[in-house]
Each structure stands twice: as C-alpha cells, then as structure tokens.
C-alpha cells in the first residue's frame, strides 16, 4: 500500500481478492475497541495538557497570555460509560478502526473492508465524521479520518485525537497537545486505499471528501484553542487557523501543504446576508472562521454544496461554493475568492437561534444533501439533540425536532427553493428503541439523520438511504448504536406522498424502514453507493 501516491494493492498473500459488488451500498461504520485500561479515573484529560498561562506572539510585537485549562476523568475506558468524560473534557474522544460494509440496497450484508488501523483511524464518537462519498466519475469513495504525524501513532484508543493540531499548524493554546494530520483516504472497487494527508481542520475534525477532476473536497472544522476573536486575527496562529478551515481543497498524493498554502475554498461572513429581522446586512461579524463550521456536501452538475448545521455562530442552512457548473480550483489567492452563497430560499436566520432584535427563531441542523435533478434536493436534518426529560407520552425529543427533522424535501421554482415536506414517518423519532447487551437507562432514540445517498428509479420514484442521528442520555450521543434506514419518495410530489390504505407497493410510499442496525459498541457514519470498475458509463 503507496500513503500519498498512486492506487496500490490491499491484497496481500494471507488475504482474500475483494472487489464491490455492482449497484450495492456502502456503509462506513466503527466500533469501539478500548477497555477499562483506556482511560484512568484521575487521569489528566486530555493527555499532556498542562494548565495554565501560555505566551502567543503577535503579530505587532509582544505576545498575548492565553489561559488553558484540563480535566480529570471521571470514568475509565469501559464502555459506554467511558463518554462521561466528555463532561470534564470537551475534546473527548477515542481512536477507533474503520469498517466498509458492502450490502445490498435491503441491507443484507454482502463483505466488509476493513481499512488498516496502522493507516487511518476515526474518532469514536465523533458523529460528523466518516461520511462516503461516491467519486463524480464513479470509480471510487472517499472519507476522511486521521493519521499521526512524527511520534504519534496511528492506531485506536487514542485519547482526543479529534481536537488534536494538525502537524502544519500548531496551536499552544489548545489543551490537546498530539498532532494528527486530517487526511483523505480514497478507495476504488477493488478495496484499493490511497491516503493524502493534510493539514487543514486543525484543533476539530474533516467531516467528508469528495473527489471530482483528480481532486478532493473536503468540509470540517477546527480551532480549539483560547485565542480570542481580536487574536485570530493579530496572531500568526490565529491566521494559520482562519485560513484553514471550512471548504478546503486537496490535491491526492501531493505532500502536506503548510501555510499560507493550505487550500481553503472562499469565505463565508453572516454580513453577506440580508438579516431578516432589519432587511439590511447583518452588521455584525462572528468569531472569525466559526462561520464556515461546514459538515455535508455533494458535487452535482459540476457545482459544490456545502452545510452547516452545527455550532452556535454563522447560519445552519445550506450553501453554494462556487459559480454554477464551475468547480472551484487553482492555488490560494485564487480560492480565497470563490463566493459562498446561502442557496435563495433556505433560512438565513442565525445558528444561536436568537434574532438580532432578541427574539427566539427557529434553528435548523441539515447535514447531508443529495440532488435528485436539478430541480429537487434532499436534505438530512438530524435534529437539534436535545433529550427531554423526563420523557413525554413516551417521547423524548422537542417540539422542534418533531416538526423539521427527517428528510427534508426542497423544490427549486423560479429561482427559489420551496420546503415541500419533511419525510418522517417511520423513523418514530424521540421513541427510545432497545439495543442488545447495551444498559436500557441509554436506550436511543431517532433525532433525525445525517449522512444519506439516493437513486431515482425508471418508475418516478426516488429511493433514500439515510443514516440516522440520535437522543439519549448518553454522555456523549454520537456514541449511541444507530441506524440505516431507507425510504421511497415520488419525484415529481410537491405534497407528502401518503398510501391509500389498501396495504399494496404504494402503501409504503413515504415511510422508512429500517435496513442495518448497529450493536452495542458499534456506530454507523456514512453511506454511498459502491464504486465501479468501469465507472459511471
């Protein structure tokens, strides 16, 4: 196996021939393989970090003192317990290896790729992480994860890789000190893996690839460090940060690349934007590089979109990175000016939920996206998280999440995306479900989704896959046993498809059904349908 060069063999003498089968999905998944010797009741959180008051050059001269502060554990490493420690330590994590399952569009379960955990890992239980995606020319997916850099391993039970620095950009006030490059790991259709590291994101995590004209796109976040909002910007560090986050840009098999050449793809300000509470501009600006917490995004028609759905600063909606039919490409200078640009028709309200003028607004938490033509897209929205407690009529999520998560359909008329509908049924959202050897006081419950992929069928319809997103009172719910689920939708519908009871094929319109469920243990991340050999002809 080549890391940063071409397609290599995964196939060794000890081990089987592997190739996907045709017109099958794809399901990344992991599974947490610590134990109670992971982590150490009293142990300092994360590792290596050292309280206390850190000198950070400035850019005019001087330095600025920032303050860091650690944690204790307050569990060791048994699971699920193990994600209380996400209380003391908000960078919690643990390392954990990648699974690629092969299944059939009904979920039966065809072979599994494991990806070498001496290559990349993923964060358990980070849940924005480990979404595929299927190549523009069909021959390959893409996901990203981590790989250690100089004197730290690549492997699992890892402590707080997830928040850790990118080698290349190095951040003393974040309180995890061990570096792990944000790579994109590429895999064809005979389980072949090319890895390129990079290192944007650094401080939080690359969420999804993409790979379109011999290159990757990629969406994530990162900071997490102290410096305040004036020394992002009066800081050498601070600018390494602002100006590697967001939509980035990778070229497969190149080195690394350093600042000022870390490939971020435009910018995006909520002062672009019309606020709607005034009619002008929001006047102002977030913390810097916080606006462009992006997660999801698909490549369609040769135009990059992107989401936000999460964090409190910039707006949850979704966007486009670009000019249509153009994907963005060349060096720094010429892709920090690549507009982003909220898609017209989508909220432009603010992700705190608080209006400008005080007053409480809706918050939407979309994820996954995925156009069916160009005049209809898919939106996952996995809900906002919020547990009610105690449960109400046996429920356990809000009102908010009750009306807008699911799939959400959108249709474009006139230059506008409309909401059509939210595609719900099925999903029993906020009903706790039970999970195998796994304690019933954490029983999930369905939130919404994340990450999905779809087909549109020869007869009008289009089939969902969607994998879903959870509530629980679990110290951290990206760690809970999940689902994928699959749902059929009529394409041309602009009103919920609903069965006419005679319990025929078109009862089932509009309702999903569950296809794969993960263990105790075990989480499911991203779906796509399988790359081909010959590609998409």
């Known amino acids: 196996m080549l890391v940063g060069g071409s397609f290599a063999p995964r196939v060794a003498a000890d081990e089987k021939f592997f190739l996907f089968a045709p017109d099958t999905l794809v399901l990344s998944r992991s599974v947490y393989t610590g134990n109670s010797s992971t982590v150490t009741v009293g142990q300092t959180l994360p590792p290596g970090c050292v309280a206390g008051s850190v000198p950070v050059p400035l850019l005019a001269g001087g330095t600025a003192s920032v303050k860091v502060a650690c944690g204790a554990a307050v569990a060791d490493g048994t699971y699920p317990t193990v994600f209380n420690n996400d209380g003391p330590d ?29 290559q990349i890992v993923t964060s358990f239980s980070s849940k924005s992480e480990l979404a595929l995606n299927r190549s523009t020319d069909g021959k390959s997916i893409t996901f990203a994860g981590y790989r250690g850099g100089p004197g730290f391993l690549t492997a699992p039970n890892q402590l707080d890789v997830s928040n850790s620095n990118t080698p290349g950009v190095v951040d003393p006030t974040n309180p995890v000190s061990s570096q792990y490059y944000r790579s994109v790991a590429e895999v064809d259709a005979f389980g ?26 990629m969406t994530g976040n990162d900071n997490n460090g102290g410096l305040s909002s004036n020394q992002l910007s009066s800081t050498q560090v601070g600018v390494n ?15 690394p ?15 672009q934007v019309i606020d709607p509470t005034t009619g002008k501009p929001y ?15 698909t490549i369609f028609d040769d135009t990059l979109y992107v989401t936000k759905g999460s964090g409190g600063n910039g707006i949850n909606t979704v966007y486009q990175v670009g000019n249509t039919g153009v994907l963005p490409s060349g060096g720094p200078s010429n892709l920090a000016s690549v507009p982003i640009t909220v898609l017209p028709g989508f909220p432009t309200t603010l992700a705190s939920g608080v209006a400008t003028d005080g007053s409480a607004t809706p918050v939407a938490f979309p994820f996954g996206i995925w156009f069916a033509n160009s005049t209809t897209l898919y939106v996952c929205d996995e809900g906002d998280g919020t547990l009610v407690f105690p449960a109400v009529n046996g429920n356990v999520a809000d009102a908010a999440t009750l009306a807008t998560a699911g799939v959400q359909k959108w249709s474009l008329a006139d230059g506008t995306w409309k909401l059509d509908y939210v595609l719900q049924k099925g999903l029993n959202i906020g009903v706790p479900y039970s999970v195998p050897n796994y304690p019933a006081a954490l029983n999930p419950a369905t939130d919404g989704c994340r990450n999905l992929t779809g087909k549109v069928n020869f007869n009008g319809t289009v089939t969902l896959y969607a994998v879903t997103s959870t509530v629980s009172a679990n110290g951290d719910q990206g760690a809970d046993p999940n689902k994928l689920v699959k749902v059929t939708d009529i394409l041309k519908s602009t009103t919920l498809p609903t069965g ?4 025929d094929r078109d009862h089932s319109i509009g309702i999903f059904v569950t296809i794969r469920s993960a263990k105790a243990g075990e989480v499911l991340r991203g779906v796509a349908f399988a790359p081909s050999i010959f590609g998409d002809l």
Not at 257 to 271: M, R, V
């Open 90 to 118: 908000g960078s919690f994590g643990v390392t954990s290896p990648i699974y690629l399952d092969d299944i059939t569009t009904d979920g039966f379960l065809i072979g599994t790729l494991p990806i070498p955990s001496n």
């Open 192 to 217: 072949r893996l090319q890895i390129t590291e990079g290192n944007a994101y650094s401080g939080n995590n690359g969420r999804a690839a993409i790979k379109a004209h011999s290159l990757y796109y």
């Open 241 to 255: 940060l602002v100006t590697s986050t967001g939509v980035e840009l990778l070229v497969p098999g190149q080195a």
């Open 257 to 271: 690349p350093l600042p000022p050449s870390i490939n971020k793809i435009g910018d995006f300000e909520i002062t």
């Open 283 to 297: 006047a102002k600006a977030d913390k810097a590089g916080k606006d462009n917490n992006f997660r999801g995004l």
């Open 500 to 503: 006419d009871g005679n319990h």
